[in-house]
């Protein structure tokens, strides 16, 4: 994940093995909105609650290669992205997944990224 997007996960408490879930079913074909560019929109529920009132997280996602979640939000804070914000997060997602592996760790050992290691047995 980004650090913005952890910065922000951890401000809303939002607990890292629903962001394991999210890419699971990611990868089983389970989508909110494929938004194009690699982009895709997944409804993560509250710890104590569905996920119809709970988070909506943007991933950049290159199939079982890379996902980096780049946006969250709270459904009651707002409905959606507009044109412009989709449009700025398909070309960093173009960017994100663009980036070789030695620029991957690069990012990480800088703290640009928070690597995220899921359990998906």
Not at 83 to 102: C, F, M, N, P, V
């Amino acid at each position: 994940m980004t650090r913005a997007f952890a910065r922000w996960r951890a401000k809303e408490g939002l607990p890292l093995e629903l962001l394991c879930r999210a890419v699971s079913e990611k990868e089983r074909g389970l989508v909110d909105a494929n938004l194009g560019g690699n982009v895709y929109k997944k409804r993560v529920g509250r710890s104590k609650g569905g996920k119809s009132g709970g988070y909506r997280t943007l991933i950049a996602i290159r199939f079982r290669e890379r996902a980096v979640f780049v946006f969250g939000f709270a459904k009651n804070e707002r409905e959606t992205i507009d044109r412009r914000e989709e449009q700025a997060l398909k070309a960093y997602a173009a960017h994100l997944l663009g980036l070789d592996a030695s620029e991957v760790v690069r990012a990480v050992e800088s703290g640009e990224w928070i690597r995220l290691r899921c359990d998906h047995a």
